[in-house]
Every structure is written in C-alpha cells, then in structure tokens.
C-alpha cells in the first residue's frame, strides 16, 4: 500500500535534482594569441554577470550558473571549431558567450552553431560579412559591425583635419572587413588612402612592410591589427625608421598592453574602440573594481552583457534549450520594460519570473537592431603622457 507514495517521492527527488543541475556556460575565448591581453578582463566581465545571476538565487527556479572555458585562439579556425565541440557535445553548454574574433566566429557558427543549435553571443567580433551570415538565429552579438566603427574612423579624421592616411591590415576577415569600411567610409567623405597593404601576424621583423607605406606616404598610419602580434610590429618598424609617429588604432589595438609597450613614443595617436558613457558603463566599473579587475576595459562591458542576455533569455523562455529561448533575446534586450543595468540581474530576473517586461541596457547601453545585430557606441581616445585618454564617445 505504500509503493506508490514511495514512487511518487522517489520522482519528485529526481525532478529536483534535475531542476537543481548547473547550467553551463561557454566562455570561448582568445585566451591565447594576438588578443590575449585583451581577453583575459572580457571573460572575466562574462562571469562577472553568471556569478550575479548565480548568487540570486532566482534564476530558473534556483539554479546555479557555471562558465566552462574554451580556448578559441582568435586566429586558428580548426582549433576554435574544435574548442567548441568540447563545450558543446561533451561539457554540454547550453549557451556560448564568444568568440573573440571574427574569423574563430565564422568557423565555429559554420562548423558548431548551427549544427548543434546553440546560441552564441559575441563580445567582440566585429567583422560587417557576420551581419549576413546564415545563422539559422542562433547568433548574436553585442559588439558593433566594423562597418560602423569605419564611418567613426572617418568622421574623426576628418574632424581633425587628417587629410591621408595609410592603412595596414592584419591578414584575416577582422582586418581586411574592417580596411575595406575605413577605406571606403574615409574616401567617401574626402579623405585619401595613399597604400592598403596586409600583414602578416607572428613575423620578426615588419621593415619591409613599413617600407611601402612609408613611401607612398601619408599624414598618419592605420594599423587595423593586433595589439600583441603584427599591430605592434608594425609600429616599432615606424618608429625605429622614423616612417610614422602617428597612427590610427581601431578596437584589436586599444589595450593597456600597447601603451605599456610603447609608452609617449606614441603620444597624439588615436584609438577607437566600442563604449558608452552610459549610466551603466560606470555602475559595471565599480563591480567590477571590486573585483579586482577593470570594467571599462575594452569589450569588458560587451561580455558581461553576452553572459546577461544569454541568462536573461532563459529565464524570460523558462527554458535553456536554445531553440526556445534564441527567440527571446532581442525581447529582452529592446524595449519596452523596465531598464536594467549592471548589478541589477536580480531584479531582471524577478520581474520576468513575474511575467513582466524588461529593456536590458547594461554596461554598454546595448541596443539589438536587425538580425540580432548591436547599434552599437563607440569611444574615442588619444594617448598622452603615454596613456588612452578618453576624447569623446560616438
């Protein structure tokens, strides 16, 4: 007489143990390679956001949220394809927060993605051809295309009166999407591009690269490259050979690595990189400085805001199947709803438990438009006294 109440109890202790599995999370990363030192904050921004939504307790009903690391190495596509095989058929995320880099990015939705229907949100990829790649929906990210950040470039040479230019790139999707929408953006508005040349990451020397720029001269150098590889090769070259002591940096080279390199040797060069002044720009810099880390890193307030989108979806779906909860991503990133910012997860959480609205701003005010395209901010800033200052924001 008892066997079906202890059934019946056995069942239940199995539905709560299911309930209370941990939910795993992708960081795919460029944990290693040209990116490195720029990865190392952007993750931990990512997992700033999971521990938040893990320490509510109100996510799902209570479960805990757990980041498993995968390498991509920004720039070897087979061993970014291969890292998230791993996350997803054997560490069984449910979601990716990554990757770094445009090319790693391509690989993986081609070859992981859309295979396995899983979600990723990019921090950082920013190459205009990911804005039309077929995604089945299950991409997206919080960084702005480079056709963007192309139009910015060119609205502040022109603002500061640069009238040519030179332009070197790294030799992959990032660098060659991204010189080809400063070159075009820049000579639509006036300006002139005296040589496009690529380079090559990893080399010793960049002399000869240098060399041709240098000779169809140029007011400044664009380096759309890397700030621990070939970018910095390239600007020792400059400044030993005296060919460039000015250069335009966009995102790949804004990093406290460069300025520590380089230091007032490269004082009045110009970088861009995604940001806001935001409201929550600065509440994300205060979390995370109690962390011991910087919040206003580049692409730090990007990864915290993959990591929250991601949970946030789920809990909004009540599901972490990401065939359901893709669906919900933009309708908790748009409005209308309440705003979120950094450190207010749990409230977000709360109020879609309740069946509520919220417009998630975050720490880079992130705005979805298109096919799940950010709108994206941008900053400006200059090094003096050998340090990125902050000009203005766009």
Do not use: W
């Amino acid at each position: 007489m008892f066997r079906p109440l202890i059934l019946a109890m056995a069942t239940a202790v199995v539905a709560t143990a299911a309930q209370a599995e941990d939910v795993k999370i992708g960081m795919l990363q460029g944990f290693t390679g040209p990116t490195e030192s720029l990865v190392k904050p952007m993750a931990l921004g990512g997992e700033l956001a999971m521990q938040e939504v893990s320490d509510s307790g109100l996510f799902l009903g209570g479960r805990k949220v757990v980041s498993i690391r995968g390498d991509s190495t920004c720039v070897d596509a087979a061993a970014a394809t291969a890292a998230a095989e791993r996350l997803v058929t054997s560490e069984n995320v449910v979601g990716i927060n990554g990757a770094t880099c445009s090319g790693a990015t391509t690989a993986v939705l081609n070859n992981v993605v859309r295979a396995n229907g899983v979600v990723m949100i990019s921090p950082s990829a920013t190459s205009p051809a990911l804005s039309t790649i077929d995604d089945g929906g299950y991409f997206f990210r919080t960084a702005p295309s480079d056709a963007r950040q192309g139009e910015i470039i060119a609205k502040i040479l022109d603002r500061r009166g640069i009238k040519s230019a030179a332009l070197t790139y790294t030799n992959n999707d990032y660098g060659k999407g991204l010189a080809d929408a400063i070159q075009a953006a820049y000579e639509k508005a006036g300006g002139k591009i005296t040589a496009v040349a690529a380079h090559e990451d990893g080399k010793a020397d960049y002399s000869a690269e240098v060399g041709a720029l240098s000779a169809a001269g140029g007011d400044v150098l664009i380096v759309a490259g890397y700030l621990d590889q070939g970018g910095k090769g390239i600007i020792r070259a400059s400044l030993d050979s005296g060919a460039f002591d000015k250069f335009i940096l966009p995102d790949g080279m804004v990093g406290e690595s460069l300025t520590d390199n380089f230091g007032t040797e490269i004082d009045g060069s110009i970088g861009t990189n995604p940001g806001t002044d935001s409201p929550g720009a600065g509440m994300l810099a205060e979390l995370a400085s109690a962390k011991d880390f910087k919040g206003d890193d580049p692409y730090v307030p990007e990864g915290y805001d993959a990591s929250a989108l991601l949970l946030l979806a789920m809990q909004s779906a009540n599901s972490t199947d990401s065939a359901v909860y893709k669906d919900h991503i933009e309708k908790v990133a748009n409005a209308p709803g309440e705003k979120i910012f950094p450190g207010e997860l749990a409230k977000g959480l709360k109020i879609l438990s309740e069946g509520g609205d919220i417009d998630y701003v975050g720490g880079s005010a992130v705005e979805l438009i298109g096919p799940g395209e950010s709108a994206g901010n941008f900053r400006e800033t200059e090094v003096r006294n050998g340090k990125f200052e902050t000009v203005k924001y766009h």
